[in-house]
């Protein structure tokens, strides 16, 4: 089951959530009201909270931040599906894990799932 998508309002919130489950994989995205590519997401707005933002050093947005708990995993700048989708698909359960799960549906890939999300890239 997806977890909920959280906005994060605070630098404690941010900490709180990361702490609540340290083996969750969790992508962090950072936007901006005036970018372009950013109008369609909405997680961290990395003006909003300067504290977070500088703490992954975000130059560029969309950016998104791959974490397991408070560990980098992988960082992707711009609205890059194709990245993005590759860097959660290598952080995740494999087949292997769900299927111990006893999940009756298999998940679409997740490039369907960010498509929607993200607005075509050059």
Known sequence: MA??????????????????????????????????????????????????????DIGVVPSFIVLRGHTLLSRIDGANVPALSNAVAKNVATPSDMASTNQASVAPPLSYVLLPLLPPYH
Do not use: G, T, Y
């Open 3 to 56: 977890e909920p998508v959280i906005e994060v309002k605070s630098s404690e919130q941010f900490r709180q959530v990361l702490s609540q489950d340290l083996h969750r994989v969790s992508v962090i995205n950072f936007w901006a009201a005036f970018a372009e590519p950013c109008k369609q997401m909405d997680e961290v707005d990395a003006e909003e909270q300067p504290d977070i933002s500088d703490s992954f």
